[in-house]
Structure formats: structure tokens, C-alpha cells
């Protein structure tokens, strides 16, 4: 079965309209796991999930060159990298967790579509929000920094 990551950052269900301030900015995103081409740290609390791009444009760039992938940037906490990578692996590749397909990464929506509060998920304990997004050219998505503390 095919396996999913999500992320949102948005704290209420009515603002996951798919725009954070812009079109190319996204409230939520859906990533076929099989599309992840790298996960790497970038700084001592990010970390950035690298997969195909969603859609692939040419002329992304100054000199015309087509982007190659698209990135979901975690905020983890310090040098934990490797614990969340670790984990989101074991999950990708288990056939006992995650029979539906759907990981729920990041969600920190704490209102609901009946206006109750409810808890943020988080895959991992040391997972504290999401702090970027980026797709074909200059997007910078899921904006809305989601640290918890």
C-alpha cells in the first residue's frame, strides 16, 4: 500500500482554504512518501524533507533551469534529526502501522469544523511545527510558523 505524509499549519479548519497569503502558499500538503528523494538537517532545529515537485515548471529560475523538488522544512528539536527521521522511515515502511497509507505528520489545527478545541498532532515528540514550504519557483508556503513549545 502506498503511504502518504500530511502537514498543515493552520490552528482552525476554516483556514485550510490552500492559501497562506498567496496562491503559490499552501495551508496543507499531501506527499506521496514514495516521492521523498532526500531528508536532511539544514540547521540544529530543521529539517528538510525533499520530494518531486507537485508540478514541475520550466523557467523556475534566473537562468531558466526546471526546479527538481519540492521541500517541507520541520521545525525538530535540537539535534533530534535523526530520532524523527528514524521514525517517519519505520513508518513508511511497516505493513502493521499505518494500514490506511495516511501518516499525519504535522496538524496543527486546535479548532475544529464545529468550532471545539482539540490537540495539535505531532508524528514525533520531537517534531514542534513546520517552518517552510516550497514548490516550482520561489513559494514559500505553509508560512504559518507552527512551533509549540
Given amino acids: 500500500m502506498d503511504k502518504f505524509l500530511y502537514f498543515r499549519t493552520v490552528a482552525d479548519v476554516d483556514n485550510d482554504d490552500g492559501a497562506a497569503g498567496a496562491a503559490t502558499q499552501l495551508t496543507s500538503v499531501c506527499v506521496p512518501a514514495k516521492n521523498i528523494m532526500a531528508m536532511a538537517p539544514a540547521t540544529a532545529t530543521t529539517l528538510i524533507i525533499r520530494y518531486k515537485p507537485m508540478k514541475n515548471v520550466g523557467g523556475a529560475g534566473a537562468s531558466g533551469e526546471e526546479v527538481l523538488t519540492d521541500t517541507v522544512t520541520l521545525t525538530v528539536t535540537s539535534h533530534k534529526h535523526k530520532d524523527v527521521v528514524d521514525a517517519?522511515?519505520?513508518?513508511?515502511?511497516?505493513?502493521?502501522?499505518y494500514t490506511d497509507g495516511f501518516i499525519d505528520v504535522v496538524d496543527t489545527v486546535t479548532t475544529n469544523l464545529a468550532n471545539a478545541t482539540?490537540?495539535?498532532?505531532?508524528f514525533h515528540p520531537d517534531i514542534t511545527g513546520v517552518s517552510g514550504y516550497t514548490s516550482d519557483t520561489n513559494a514559500t508556503g505553509l508560512a504559518v510558523a507552527a512551533a509549540i513549545s
Wanted: proline share 0%.
Fill in 88 to 97: 517517519l522511515v519505520a513508518a513508511i515502511n511497516s505493513n502493521k502501522l
Fill in 118 to 122: 482539540v490537540s495539535a498532532i505531532f
